[in-house]
Structure formats: structure tokens, C-alpha cells
């Protein structure tokens, strides 16, 4: 087992057959007697029980509380289920939650936990490859309103992550493939050696290694910048585009990591064109993505990306912060003007 500490405040757990072990891991860390394990209608067949058997081992009193898989289940009346159900199973301030599942069940149980009773513990065991690598290290929490995703939520971190490995051996492959765009995406930002293993091997040799890692940079750019103005802006990258790509497809037609392996592609692409980034880059990035199933161009006009991007919450003024590599593991923050970034996108969307 590894362990990453983040801020001084809390740990991270990496290894096998930790969710069986969960209860006395969660001792160390929490005090209270009660706590709800939230899980989705996926997951909770499949792990709630080990778990919920795990803290009742431990001393604890817990309750399940499951809801419909999926992201359209990632709004307020879920939350307010949720908090209604901490009620009237009576938690009190030092009780605690605990996240079993993917980003979703993460995000939404860490934001019931940021504002039940003003703030109570919660532990988070992410059972996705995007989950393990990605949303569960950070204190990011909240839910989707209908006018747009995420735009609800609070910075709230957990008590403590349980990144059990094993049980990415029942995700679904397309699942799998989304959180591969991440991993990418971090050998591309900040470490060539993820980025060779990757090149060289099939990642499931070495996946648990692989997370270890990119937890160690999410959490190392977590404590740099904890509210998101300077370094944590670099874990975007790919993702302007990507969303672009996503809300052309309605939020349903692509997945986040297909549409973020697009985006790399792309803005390296168009990097590469006006020497912002050394040649071959794209290449290497283009050949990953393909090793692992995902996507490397879309087919829209630059145009199209550029105004469906620019609507996107990381605009800044009329400048764009684009997160862009000089090579492999070398990432940083070029501001471009809005009204030129279709002209920087062109001829490269499709490769
Ligand atoms: N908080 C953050 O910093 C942050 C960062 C990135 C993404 N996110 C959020 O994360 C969410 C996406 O997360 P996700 O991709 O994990 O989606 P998800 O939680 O919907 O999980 C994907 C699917 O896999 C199923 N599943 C999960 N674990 C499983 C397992 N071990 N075996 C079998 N099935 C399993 C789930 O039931 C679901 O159907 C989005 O809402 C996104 O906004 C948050
Ligand atoms: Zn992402």
C-alpha cells in the first residue's frame, strides 16, 4: 500500500483490497459512532456491503443510501434525498459520509457532507479510474444545476481516500477508456514517465504505480494552489476543447475522457503549428490516445469549437488561458485572444 498526504490534512490510501479493510482505516480518522455509506445503483451490488460489514466491524453504526447511476442523478434532489436521509438517521455534527463510487457519488456526497449541519466528516473510496486519479483528490464538491454542470458546490475536503485498485476489475471498458484520457493528460503536463510507460506498456500492468503518481501531482498542484488561479489551471489541459467538443454534442454524444483526448490532440496540433510547442509532441500524444481507445479529431469546423469554447466558464475577460505543452511534461499557461482562437484552432481539428 502507498500513501499520499495532502495539505498535512488528510491521506491517500493506494493499494489492493482496501475496501475490505475500509472500517479500520476510517477509525484512525473518524470519531463519530454513525455514519451513511452513499453509493449508486451500480455500485452498491457490487461493493456496499464489504464495506458497510467492514465498519460494523470496526464499531461503527452504518446506513446505505443509494441512488440512480448516472450523471443525470447529479443534482439538487439528489442532495436534498441525501441530507434529508443523514436526518432521520439522526448523524450528528461528529458523525461522518462515506463516497463509494465514481466522480459522481464523490462529488454529491462530498457536498451533502460540506453542508449538512454546516459540515460534517466524509470519506471518500472512488471506485472509477477518473474518481481514483482525478475528482476524489482535491476538496472539489457539488452537483449540475439544469442551466449547466457543476455550477453548485463547495470546496470541501475528505477525512480520508481509500484508492482500492482492485475494484477497477469490474469497471466497464468505456469507463476504463474515459479515465485513460486523464492519464494521459497528466504524462503530458507534468511527467514524461508516465507518459513512457504508457507509450511502452499496456497501463494495466502497471496501474497501480500509475495512480500513485498522478495522485502525488494532483495532490502536489492541490497544495500550490488550493482555489484554482495559477498551477491547478494546468490539469485543464485538453479540457477547452473538450468541453467545447462536449457541449456540441449535448452533453451525451462523447465521453469526458474521448472529448479531453480530442482537446490534447488539437490544441498540440495547433501548438505545434506556430512553434508554441516542439515538433512531434502531437504525434506521441495522437499515438497514446489511439493505443488506448480513444479519439484523436472531431469533425466540426474550428469556428464551431472556438464559439462553443468561448462560452465556457474559463474565459477570462477577452483572454482565453490556454493550457498548452512545449513537450511532453512541460505544460503552461498561453493567453491568447478570444477573437483569434478559431484562427489558432484551424486545420486542426481533424488530424
Ligand atoms: N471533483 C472534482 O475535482 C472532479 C474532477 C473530475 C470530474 N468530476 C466529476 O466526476 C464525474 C464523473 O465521474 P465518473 O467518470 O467516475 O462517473 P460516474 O460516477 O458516473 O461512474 C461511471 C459509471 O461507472 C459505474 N461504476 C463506478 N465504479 C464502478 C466499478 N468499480 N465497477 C462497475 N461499475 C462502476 C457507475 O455506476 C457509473 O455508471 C462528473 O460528474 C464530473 O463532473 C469531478
Ligand atoms: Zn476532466
Do not use: W
Not at 5 to 27: H, P, S
Not at 90 to 106: I, K
Request: proline content about 2%; aromatic content about 6%.
Amino acid at each position: 500500500m502507498k500513501k499520499v498526504n495532502v495539505l498535512g490534512k488528510y491521506d491517500i490510501a493506494i493499494g489492493e483490497r482496501l475496501i475490505e479493510r475500509a472500517g479500520m482505516a476510517i477509525k484512525r480518522v473518524c470519531k463519530g459512532k454513525k455514519c451513511t455509506v452513499v453509493s449508486d445503483s451500480n455500485v452498491a451490488p457490487l461493493y456496499a456491503e464489504k464495506v458497510l460489514d467492514s465498519l460494523r466491524q470496526a464499531g461503527f453504526e452504518p446506513s446505505l443510501f443509494v441512488f440512480d447511476a448516472g450523471e443525470k442523478s447529479k443534482n439538487l434532489h439528489t442532495v436534498t434525498q441525501m441530507l434529508n436521509f443523514f436526518a432521520q438517521q439522526e448523524l450528528t455534527r461528529s458523525d461522518f459520509a462515506v463516497a463509494l463510487g465514481g466522480g459522481v457519488v464523490g462529488d454529491l456526497t462530498g457536498f451533502a457532507a460540506a453542508i449538512y449541519l454546516r459540515g460534517i466528516q466524509f470519506v471518500q473510496i472512488p471506485t472509477t479510474l477518473l474518481a481514483q486519479i482525478d475528482s476524489s483528490v482535491g476538496g472539489k464538491t457539488g452537483c449540475d444545476l439544469e442551466s449547466g454542470k457543476n455550477l453548485v458546490g463547495a470546496f470541501h475536503h475528505p477525512a480520508l481516500v481509500l484508492i482500492d485498485t482492485g475494484a477497477l476489475s469490474t469497471l466497464p471498458d468505456e469507463y476504463m477508456r474515459d479515465g485513460m484520457g486523464e492519464l494521459i493528460k497528466y504524462g503530458a503536463i507534468k511527467s514524461p514517465e508516465i507518459f513512457e510507460i504508457l507509450e511502452k506498456e499496456t497501463c494495466f500492468a502497471r496501474l497501480d504505480e500509475l495512480i500513485h503518481k498522478c495522485v502525488c501531482i494532483k495532490a502536489e498542484i492541490v497544495e500550490k494552489d488550493f482555489t484554482e488561479q495559477g498551477e491547478r489551471a494546468l490539469l485543464n489541459f485538453g479540457h477547452t476543447v473538450g468541453h467545447a467538443i462536449e457541449k456540441l454534442e449535448n452533453f451525451g454524444g462523447i465521453s469526458h475522457g474521448s472529448a479531453v483526448a480530442i482537446g490534447m490532440c488539437v490544441i498540440t496540433r495547433a501548438a505545434e503549428r506556430v512553434e508554441l510547442c516542439h515538433k512531434g509532441n502531437a504525434a506521441r500524444i495522437e499515438a497514446v490516445c489511439k493505443k488506448y481507445g480513444l479519439p484523436t479529431e472531431y469533425d466540426a469546423s474550428a469556428e464551431e469549437i472556438a464559439n462553443a469554447a468561448l462560452n465556457d466558464k474559463k474565459r477570462n475577460g477577452n483572454i482565453l488561458k490556454m493550457v498548452l505543452i512545449r513537450k511532453i511534461g512541460d505544460s503552461y499557461i498561453c493567453p491568447v485572444d478570444c477573437d483569434k482562437f478559431d484562427r489558432f484552432l484551424e486545420g486542426n481539428v481533424k488530424a
